[in-house]
């Protein structure tokens, strides 16, 4: 749709509206159509490798890929801070891969994919439905990956090598930019490093110093900064994150206290901070503190999940209501839509929530004078960006909804903003 909006086709209003009342349907439909042709996909390497080793393989794919997200990609983007040019990725992730993962790790990855739920929109099903679909139980075996890949891939380094241009050629602008944007931290560390020896500096400024250090030196360097940071800021959740995530990784107990203190201040850092806590008792020996730490991270990450599914979806099935932000939010949003004359009017109306208690969820639904202006999104963007991140604002379309309009009408709902009421004040002519 978003192609079809900005292209100069001819002749496309022919099929715009039908598009515009179809795709919605089109896309529920299909993704469960796409979730089913995993359990097909499932059932055929069942066959050819026995249920127990493609079991095996789901599971290991769920946790090589949490374990790359969490240790090999940070790395290798770091690396952006001493060399220019981007390294040759696969190789280096063929022989990360081929390390076996630590059973406390594993057991948290696993753990973890295995309480996840579908999403509606997921074209993938869950690891637990394909599991049962496949009549197997949760086993991660460390060992599956290496050996198919020297049972099926015996040209590996031809895969490698082509891989690894292609991604020299996708990343290699962006890695340039990643590279010049350390060596301004490299300046923007040393301003700050003078300037602390001579003023007290700001908390962000004592933040920024502390993840500078960390980002360009280690760890280890930084701890005393981010413990100077707590003691002037003790509120200051990221602080006492960072502390509990490099004590823990040392074996030391006080990291409990920094990482239980973080989470009472930020309960979005309770997923994060629990695996620290489960990787530290596990390494300690002590499983039964530990499985409570993966059971509440657990709990958390799927309350986040539903939370996020909350803010970011629109069904049917959600409830409602003809209720604004205040008369400053107003303001802001007003005036970012005067910017722009293709936009006709726009409702506000607020959507309930199970999950999501700390904050409302506002629906912006903006018509434009001309079904077919161009850059909608862009100036839908400018929208959002104007409005404050004290609630979630969602900034859509009334078409790309299709019983948006019947809601609207339904509630009574006045518009907060029209364009020829506007014009109209300010005793302009106008032709629509």
């Avoid at 055929?44 to 374990?67: F, P, Q, R, T």
């Avoid at 993840?211 to 005393?224: F, Q, R, V, Y």
């Avoid at 099935?317 to 008369?327: C, I, R, T």
């Avoid at 604002?393 to 309009?405: A, K, S």
């Amino acid at each position: 749709m978003e192609q079809l909006e900005e292209g100069q086709a001819r002749g496309k209003f022919l099929f715009h509206g039908f598009l515009r009342l179809y795709a919605p349907y089109f896309n529920a439909y299909t993704f469960v159509l796409a979730r089913a042709n995993e359990f097909d996909a499932d059932r055929c390497s069942a066959k050819i490798v026995g249920e127990k080793y493609a079991a095996s393989a789901l599971i290991s794919l769920n946790v090589k890929g949490a374990h790359l997200n969490d240790e090999f990609w940070p790395n290798m983007f770091k690396r952006a801070s001493e060399q220019i040019e981007a390294p040759d990725v696969y190789e280096q992730m063929l022989k990360f891969l081929d390390e076996p993962v630590q059973k406390s790790e594993a057991d948290f990855y696993c753990r973890v994919a295995l309480h996840r739920n579908t999403n509606p929109l997921d074209t993938h099903p869950s690891l637990s439905e394909r599991l049962k679909a496949l009549n197997e139980e949760a086993e991660y075996d460390d060992g599956t990956a290496e050996r198919s890949s020297q049972s099926y891939l015996s040209n590996v380094a031809e895969f490698i090598e082509f891989f690894d241009k292609q991604w020299r050629a996708d990343i290699g602008p962006e890695w340039k930019k990643r590279y010049l944007h350390y060596q301004n931290l490299q300046d923007t560390l040393s301003t700050l490093e003078k300037a602390k020896s001579t003023r007290q500096l700001t908390v962000d400024e004592s933040l920024q110093l502390a993840n500078m250090i960390e980002d360009l030196k280690s760890s280890e360097e930084a701890l005393p900064y981010f413990q100077d940071l707590v003691m002037h800021e003790p509120s200051l959740a990221t602080a006492h994150f960072a502390i509990g995530r490099i004590m823990a990784k040392k074996g030391r107990r006080e990291a409990v206290e920094h990482l239980e203190y973080c989470m009472k201040l930020d309960t979005a850092s309770v997923p994060h901070a629990c695996r620290v806590l489960f990787l530290y008792y596990m390494h300690i020996g002590n499983k039964a503190y530990a499985s409570e730490y993966l059971d509440k991270a657990v709990a958390a990450s799927e309350l986040q999940a539903h939370q996020n599914r909350e803010s970011s979806t629109l069904i049917s099935k959600d409830v409602l209501v003809g209720e604004e932000p205040s008369e400053e939010v107003l303001g802001l949003i007003r005036d970012e839509m005067n910017n722009h004359p293709t936009i006709e009017r726009a409702h506000i109306l607020r959507k309930t929530t199970t999950y999501t208690v700390d904050k409302h969820i506002y629906l912006v639904i903006v018509e434009f004078s001309n079904q077919h202006t161009q850059q909608k999104q862009q100036i839908l963007q400018r929208i959002a960006d104007a409005s404050p991140n004290i609630d979630e604002y969602q900034i859509m379309e009334i078409n790309t909804v299709t019983w948006l309009r019947s809601s609207i009408k339904k509630l009574k709902v006045s518009p907060i903003y029209e364009r020829t009421a506007i014009l109209k004040k300010k005793g302009t002519q106008i032709s629509v």
